[in-house]
């Protein structure tokens, strides 16, 4: 593989920035984040009970499960390992506060395991890039110091960090031919939150680079792990009969019914153009087209006459999902972590219904890369800045401080930043080529190296 240049930092200099993101993650900590803050407390609360029927039990069709905490209520839409990972958040803030009051406390102790994520994600970037690189140090502090990762995670609150932090785990344990673990590990990411599918191909890639002449074997031993990972997952909802209602509240998230949720992407554009055009009329054009934009639903769209964006997105994204991968079917591990990356990038970029904080897992793994592929380093930071600038335009620093200005751009500023992550994405798809199309393969490594 083509060599990156080193960066030496020094110790003391090191340190001071781990503390320094350390820090700013702690003043984060008591800081509301977004409403769904508010449904990690409520799901928590509700988990620390039984996790086993909050989808639902029974009935045909299935039963829609409702959870409730106080006056609040919500539905159940995440996988099964995200819930018993607030069953587990919830059992110990009871241990403390029996009534479970709402509060700052309960923000933090909530925020304190997407912490704990966040620095498993920097250790597992310098446990695997040690093995091909002088400059592992560099790899954790570009996700450490990253400003997306801190918006994502200490300051507005999602649980993206939780899959990132088993993502990077799987992959870590693959390059060491931890075959059974990595695949357990993946698995667990994925039932966490469903962008942990989109980086499974990494899996099969590094299993039959790592295990050599051994790959059926291995092949065997992370299949099996994952079988038995999913089996124990859904078992206590199989028990009771709640498989189907699990089924239903997972697949509800595939029907959103959003062109984007907030996502600076392709579906943005499109939404401000279609929004401004047909308020032209009555608004007036500069006001059409300087307007703030909200989210437009799918189902609109096809009324007015146009195509199922849906199949659109599928099509663009899963085209350039497949390309990329089979571009690092036999490349080494650093090429293979891009590749999930650029999937990431795809997906948030191109398909329908996606959220502003759907390109978070694109972060750690190009944090890895970049160290070794300096090519994809212009892309990474470029895509760092608009998954902080994303988050920043729609939440802020989270409730109750005002946003920022989206119109000082003229044009709403999320929509230029859409337009900037496309031109990102385009970007990142011509180095990402460039790299595949010169990187040698390393040396293989036997499973009994």
Known sequence: MSASPSTTLGPRLGRALLVAG?????????????????????WSYA?????????????????????????????VNYPPAALYGLSLIGRVYRAFDPSFADGAALTVTIKLTILFADAVIAWCLFALVRRWSSDAHLAALFYWLNPGAIMNGAVLGYLDPW??????????????????????????????????????????????????????????????????????????????????????????????????????NLWWIVTWVLRASYAAAEMGVWSAWTMTIRILAISRVIELGYPNPRVIGALMAGSLYVWAFWRARRAAPAVAIAAGALAVHAYFTLE????????????????????????????????????????????????????????????????????VNVAALVWHVRRFAAVTAVEKLEPRVSAVG
């Open 22 to 42: 350390l820090l700013i993650r702690i003043l984060a900590l008591p800081l509301t984040g977004t409403p769904d803050v508010d449904v990690w407390k409520t």
């Open 47 to 75: 988990a620390a009970q039984d996790v086993s029927t909050m989808y639902g039990v029974g009935g045909q069709p299935p039963v829609r499960g409702v959870v409730r905490w106080g006056t609040r209520a919500t539905t």
């Open 163 to 264: 899959v990132g932090a088993l993502a990077m785990a799987s992959i870590v344990a693959l390059d060491r031919a931890w075959f059974g673990v990595g695949a357990m590990l993946m698995v667990l990411a994925a039932c966490t939150k469903p962008q942990g599918l989109l980086i499974v191909p990494v899996v099969p890639i590094l299993l039959f680079y790592r295990a050599g002449g051994r790959a059926v074997r291995a092949a065997a031993i992370a299949g099996g792990a994952a079988l038995l990972t999913l089996a124990v997952l859904f078992a206590p909802f199989a028990r009771i009969g709640a498989l189907a209602n699990a089924d239903q509240a997972i697949r509800s998230s595939l029907r959103h019914d959003m062109l984007s949720g907030q996502a600076a």
């Open 352 to 419: 329908v219904q996606v959220h502003e904080n759907h390109l978070h897992l694109a972060l750690p793994l190009m944090a890895a890369a970049a160290v070794q592929l300096p090519r994809l380093r212009g892309p990474f930071y470029l895509v760092s800045t608009i998954v902080a600038l994303n988050l920043l335009l729609f939440y802020g620093i989270g409730r109750p401080f005002p946003l920022p200005p989206r119109n000082f751009t003229v044009i709403d500023a999320t929509v230029v930043l859409s337009f």
